[in-house]
């Protein structure tokens, strides 16, 4: 059965302190990876897909990374407006179905 | 462009009513997607429609049902409820019929009281 576990489940860091975050995958032929980021009260919203090992994506302080069983999200000198639960998926059986890990909340201290 | 629109955005229910959630998705998008949030599980798959079909349901129980409309708009509808039901209720939509650019709503927050 496909699996997506996220690490930590929190995580608190001051403003500009760099860290990264964890998500090891489980699936029978990798047909990309997603990550999304979801604030209080709304629905996750789209940051990244990752397709082959060895890819990097990056917006604004965000760079994706991933490997054969793992993604990580790199968050560089970040801020307190980047506060929010991340999200790790994957593509289930039946193509149309995403499977998500249970995220990662990320709080930034100013 | 307007988003994925979910009504209503709050909801208390008592047991053994029963519910229906609406969704319309982004102009264009004719793939709907249900999920269902809770603290404890995460965001779990409920089912997937495009013109009017369900193409995948997720592993929930026969009182979760749902239907779209030839506008694509769609509803989900949980028949019976209970307390565990009590959560938030996201759709998604997209253009394509393969890939995965998903647009979430909202949600609709549901509590069984």
């Known amino acids: 059965e496909d699996q997506v576990t996220q690490s930590p489940e929190a995580l608190r860091l001051q403003e500009g302190e760099s860290s990264s975050l964890n998500c090891s995958y489980t699936v029978s032929g990798l047909r990309g990876l997603f990550w999304y980021r979801q604030d209080p009260g709304k629905g996750p919203e789209f940051l990244f897909t990752l397709y082959s090992a060895g890819e990097e994506k990056e917006k604004e302080r965000l760079k994706a990374t991933l490997t054969k069983k793992e993604s990580f999200l790199h968050i560089t000198a970040p801020k307190p407006e980047d506060s929010a639960t991340y999200l790790c998926a994957v593509p289930g059986e039946g193509d149309d179905k995403i499977i998500f890990g249970k995220g990662t909340r990320l709080h930034i201290l100013p | 462009k307007a988003g994925v629109t979910q009504t209503p955005r709050y909801l208390i229910k008592t047991r053994g009513q029963q519910v229906t959630l609406s969704c319309s998705p982004i102009?264009?998008?004719?793939?709907v997607s249900w999920y269902q949030q809770t603290p404890g599980q995460g965001l779990q798959f409920l089912f997937e429609?495009?013109?009017?079909?369900?193409?995948n349901k997720g592993n929930f129980p026969g009182r979760f049902s749902g239907r779209q409309f030839s506008n694509s708009r769609s509803e989900m509808n949980v028949s019976t409820l209970e307390l565990g039901d009590s959560a938030l209720y996201l759709c998604a939509s997209k253009a394509q019929t393969s890939g995965y650019g998903y647009t979430f709503g909202s949600g609709t927050r549901l509590t069984v009281v």
């Open positions: 429609y495009f013109s009017e079909t369900q193409r």
């Open positions: 102009s264009g998008h004719r793939s």
